[in-house]
T-cell receptor, first 114, second 114 residues
Framework: DTGVSQDPRHKITKRGQNVTFRCDPISEHNRLYWYRQTLGQGPEFLTYFQNEAQLEKSRLLSDRFSAERPKGSFSTLEIQRTEQGDSAMYLC????????????FGEGSRLTVL | GNSVTQMEGPVTLSEEAFLTINCTYTATGYPSLFWYVQYPGEGLQLLLK?????DKGSNKGFEATYRKETTSFHLEKGSVQVSDSAVYFC?????????????FGTGTRLTIIP
């Protein structure tokens, strides 16, 4: 399978702990996006990368959130000092870059904060 | 800012019925419009798109027309199948090439009964 893969698929943690999610995009895709989806809502944009450069961050991305894409391939999203309000599905998507219309989404990483 | 208002669900139809899922948007400039679909256990997939006014996107028997005068992008299918059961998301992109951050609606869950 050469689609977007995310790991772990489900993470349960206690409030105050740190968690990290990983996303492996489709190879040769230059752009990588992170979205967050809560129950009954559509995905909300968090941030995106063009290669290794983080081009935009949403105001939803508080100081406790950090995302990296160190070599322009896989990306990590870290949440520090988790809160119950962070419980959500975290979606990763990738695309070929400028001129491409389609985002390819992974199946998501579900975070549950107890 | 940009926003998408989508017909609330869930929607339950019998097989071969006609489907309409309403979507209206608010945006500055000239957004591109999309329908994404999420089948059970899978990631979001692009269903169809339209990049300028009066464009009609189509795929798998689904159609949607970009109506600038009514700021709408309603999804239609003439005869639904059980395999169409999924969650459908209307979305818009403010960028010129569609490869910018997407603003999603809340999603409409569709169930088709044999």
């Amino acid at each position: 399978d050469t689609g977007v893969s995310q790991d772990p698929r489900h993470k349960i943690t206690k409030r105050g702990q740190n968690v990290t999610f990983r996303c492996d995009p489709i190879s040769e895709h230059n752009r990588l996006y992170w979205y967050r989806q809560t129950l009954g809502q559509g995905p909300e944009f968090l941030t995106y990368f063009q290669n290794e450069a983080q081009l935009e961050k949403s105001r939803l991305l508080s100081d406790r959130f950090s995302a990296e894409r160190p070599k322009g391939s896989f990306s990590t999203l870290e949440i520090q000092r988790t809160e119950q309000g962070d419980s959500a599905m975290y979606l990763c998507a990738s695309s070929l870059g400028t001129g491409s219309w389609e985002l390819f989404f992974g199946e998501g990483s579900r975070l549950t904060v107890l | 800012g940009n926003s998408v208002t989508q017909m609330e669900g869930p929607v339950t139809l019998s097989e071969e019925a006609f489907l309409t899922i309403n979507c209206t948007y608010t945006a500055t400039g000239y957004p591109s419009l999309f329908w994404y679909v999420q089948y059970p256990g899978e990631g979001l997939q692009l269903l169809l798109k339209a990049t300028k006014a009066d464009d009609k996107g189509s795929n798998k028997g689904f159609e949607a027309t970009y109506r600038k005068e009514t700021t709408s992008f309603h999804l239609e299918k003439g005869s639904v199948q059980v395999s169409d059961s999924a969650v459908y998301f209307c979305a818009l992109s403010g960028g010129p090439f569609g490869n910018e951050k997407l603003t999603f609606g809340t999603g409409t869950r569709l169930t088709i009964i044999p």
